[in-house]
């Protein structure tokens, strides 16, 4: 593969700049269509089917073993008797953290992406519609969709969510903002999680919450741990306060 | 590799294509990769040859790249700096970190030639 042009063919070399003499059959259409689009349209479809059932969507993302399935099975815990959750989990194989999750008693998809890397609008609708024929499904407020655990892929796939949290645990370091500055640019809020292990490990807080903001001015960021709960309080009341709004609207 | 999946979708679309130009041989596909849409450019065109080497409309296909430049703003003093690579580090003018891109978070089908 030629890196200076992206001609495709990986033998040979030649530059672009003589012209093409294809013969006068030849055809050329201006697209201008975006790869996106797609994509882009059934996120659309969801969110407007959220909004119409009242229901708030969050798209989890991080590296694998943040902690996404722990912090759900807290803030299920949390939540229970005031507002009614389901979760659709993304996981490239196993259905492992579905289970973990319907332990807990709430209405529960697994997708299994086939090893691919990332959910997509059409997954989450197909997975959407499975959780709603799930035995002793009622309406939920509040829809968590944990995506493939990765940092790069899922951020170019909208889902139809309302609102991408992005998690950095702290055994992953700081720099996280500053290598995935597409993840943390499209997200609203950021999550350093499993804080309890400050003490054993180089994570200035300050640093990697001033690199994120760098990316993203707008993000909310939030600090908890799910095996001490401390900061559970603000990610509790952020969740709660979106359901509310949502009921409001 | 979601740029697998995405060259895939772009298939699709070119041979849709093709059949209402009555066309069976695609020769050039022009792309614009922005630089902030999360697609490695690398990935694409390594996708692009995988799958464009099992069809025969697509054997001698050529892949064409356009890069386009993002424009980053400065939340502090508005300044604005062009760059088709690299995130500036800060505003060149007065060190802020906090710049807004602006383009370049798109990939786009321009443009497609066939016989
Ligand atoms: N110390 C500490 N460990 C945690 C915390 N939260 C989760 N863990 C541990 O981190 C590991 C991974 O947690 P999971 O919740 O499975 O992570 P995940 O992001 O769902 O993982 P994948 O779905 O595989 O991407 C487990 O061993 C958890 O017990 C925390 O707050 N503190
Ligand atoms: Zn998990
Ligand atoms: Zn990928
Ligand atoms: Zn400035």
């Known amino acids: 593969m030629c890196d200076s042009c992206g001609c495709p063919s990986p033998s040979h070399t030649h530059d672009h700049d003589h012209s093409h003499d294809h013969d006068h059959s030849s055809k050329t259409v201006d697209v201008h269509a975006s790869l996106f689009a797609a994509n882009d349209a059934m996120a659309k479809a969801n969110r407007d089917h959220f909004d119409e059932l009242g229901a708030v969507a969050l798209n989890l993302i991080s590296s694998p073993g943040s902690g996404k399935t722990t912090l759900l099975e807290h803030t299920i815990e949390a939540l229970k008797g005031e507002i009614k959750i389901g979760v659709i989990e993304g996981d ?79 055994p992953e370091g700081p720099d996280k903002p500053a290598k995935y500055p597409r993840t943390f640019g499209t997200a609203h809020t950021f999550l350093i999680t499993k804080t309890d292990l400050l003490p054993y490990f180089d994570f200035p807080v300050e640093e990697a919450r001033g690199e994120a903001l760098k990316t993203n001015p707008n993000l909310k960021v939030m600090e908890l741990s799910s095996t001490t709960g401390d900061g559970f309080d603000a990610w509790l009341d952020y969740l709660r306060a979106m359901v509310k709004a949502k009921k409001a609207a | 590799m979601h740029e697998m999946s995405l060259v895939q979708g772009l298939f699709e679309q070119l041979k849709g294509l093709a059949a209402e130009n009555n066309s069976t041989k695609v020769l050039s596909v022009t792309m614009e990769i922005g630089p902030i849409c999360g697609v490695v450019v690398d990935s694409f065109q390594f996708g692009f040859e995988i799958l464009s080497s099992q069809e025969e409309m697509f054997k001698n296909t050529e892949l064409i790249i356009e890069i386009p430049e993002v424009t980053y703003t400065c939340t502090s003093c508005g300044h604005q700096e062009v760059s088709a690579g690299e995130r500036p580090d800060a505003c060149a003018k007065c060190d802020e970190f906090f710049l807004t891109p602006s383009g370049g978070d798109d990939l786009i089908l321009k443009r497609v030639e066939m016989e």
Request: with cysteine; hydrophobic share 40%; aromatic share 6%.
């Open chain 1, 92 to 170: 490239p194989e196993t259905d492992r953290d579905a289970e973990r999750i319907r332990a807990k008693g709430v209405p529960v998809v697994q997708l299994t992406t086939g090893g691919a890397c990332h959910l997509d609008a059409a997954m989450t609708h197909k997975g959407f519609h499975l959780l709603e024929k799930e035995p002793g499904y009622e309406p939920v407020d509040l829809l968590f969709i944990e995506n493939v655990g990765n940092l790069v892929c899922p951020a170019s796939f909208d889902l139809g969510e309302h609102e991408r949290v992005v998690l950095v645990s702290v």
